[in-house]
């Protein structure tokens, strides 16, 4: 049995912010994905005939963020393998051990906050809504009035 030494996932995950994670940033640096997702069609399935549900999923996924960097490393197969393990798991009468494998593939994919942390990986901030922005140009931040909206006397009602 080993003993000692770290593991591929011990420890903490990195902190964009701190000063000890940005020297590794030097070195690795931390990606950031579109807020939007990746745009287009899905790859076509790479495995064998496809449930419903499988297309399904693997439609949604590949409109997610992360999605943008599974296709620059080529891992339509990896996220294939999540989507069928997925699928498998969300039966009533699943096994225990496939549902331990979502874990592993959603650390894995950066689908998780410690997988997102692991792979270096961040989402850009989202465009601002048009209707806070008033706030945002005279230096404040948005309250709870800045929600409401004046309706003239007779419309609405």
């Known amino acids: ?9 011990s420890g903490p995950a990195p902190d964009p912010r701190s000063l ?9 640096g931390w990606r950031t994905l579109p807020a939007e997702g990746r745009q287009g069609e899905p790859p076509q399935w790479p495995l064998t005939t496809a449930a419903e ?18 296709e620059d490393m080529g891992q ?37 906050v410690a997988g997102m942390n692991r792979n270096r990986w ?17 230096g404040r931040r948005p309250g709870p009035r800045d929600r409401l909206k004046v309706v003239p006397s007779g419309e609405g009602v």
């Open 76 to 112: 339509e197969l990896e996220v294939a393998l999540f989507v069928r393990t997925l699928a498998e798991a969300e039966r009533a009468d699943a096994r225990v051990d496939v549902k331990k494998m979502i874990r592993s593939y959603l650390d894995s994919l950066g689908l998780s």
């Open 122 to 138: 961040k989402i850009a901030p989202a465009e601002e809504p048009e209707e806070l922005a008033p706030a945002a140009a005279t």
């Open 20 to 28: 000890r994670s940005s020297k590794a940033a030097d070195k690795g």
């Open 1 to 9: 049995m080993p003993r000692g030494g770290a593991r591929a996932v």
């Open 53 to 70: 549900r499988e297309l399904d999923l693997w439609d949604e996924l590949w409109g997610k963020p992360q999605a943008v960097a599974w």
